[in-house]
């Protein structure tokens, strides 16, 4: 038996569900399959998938309710579900996201996208998987040997962030610059040396809920229309769901959500005012802001320094927390920090 991994298929259409598994079988996948919704969930709760590709338009039960139904399901919340569909509005796609799919592929599909997406959504699954097996292995242990757990987070958690980078090369590095720019501001505020560790980590993974929007969403070069920019705003909420059942020692998950709140309420996903911002958020989103305005994007060259250090100076209090956008002009101004990744 195959190690690779255990999938689903399910499409209405014979010829389309033969192709498919055909297509995934010859790449060494346990692939089974249903016709229909009804069977599908049957097939998933009898003996769970790692992952589930799964057509929209059905009679009976469509795949918009059959993905809700599994993801309600105890057994099956957290088999991670990729539609493949012809359905290319960008309505349908938010739909998608919205009963809790992770991706979307849309027919007539090229092989390679297809099991691009599926290797990918299959590797984010077993190191998350491996990470709440870790962490609940060194806890049995009574963290032993802490140190060792800590580099082996460290080592997963960043195998997880580069699984975003792999999908959208525009922001290689992103998330380290972030990270090495909120630990300088952390302790340029002199924070415990356990807070900075755990806003380190944050920072790693701060965008991994990206990996669940479409990757021609991720690196479109023009401005993105209203439905594209709600799905991009739903990175917060995916990367927490990703993370929210790891018990790490920190609240990675929270920070994560939190990173594009704003002091005044006009943040997203929740709308949370400064009291209500962790202290780590507000250091996060304070790094990504001025490393995101000097890199450079599908849709523009980056902007500078200045004018990144300006646009958090403007913002002071408004949106930025005064005192983690005033450690971080000082780094920048009077002790020399630069990004060095």
Partial sequence: MTDKGKILAVDDTPASLRLLTDILKAEGYEVRSAISGELALHAATSNPPDLVLLDIRMPQMD?????RRLKADPVT???????????????????????????????PYQ?????????THLELNRLRNHLEVLVDERTVELRESESKLRASLLDSITALAAIVELRDPYTAGHQRRVAQLAVAIAHELTLPDEQVEGIHLASVVHDVGKVRVPAEILTKPGKLTGNEFAIIKEHSQNGFDILKTIDFPWAIAQIVLQHHERLDGSGYPQ????SQILLESKIVAVADVVESMTSHRPYR??????????????????LFDPLVVEACVRLFREKDFHFTV
């Fill in 63 to 67: 795949g918009f309710e059959v993905c």
């Fill in 301 to 318: 060259a980056g902007l500078g320094l200045d004018v990144a250090l300006a646009e958090v100076e403007q913002h002071k209090g408004l």
């Fill in 271 to 274: 709308g949370l005012t400064s």
């Fill in 77 to 107: 919340s957290d088999v991670p579900v990729i539609f493949v569909s012809a359905a290319s509005e960008t309505e349908e796609k938010v739909r998608g996201f919205e009963v809790g799919a992770v991706d979307f592929v849309t027919k």
């Fill in 111 to 119: 092989r390679d996208e297809l099991l691009a997406r599926v290797r």
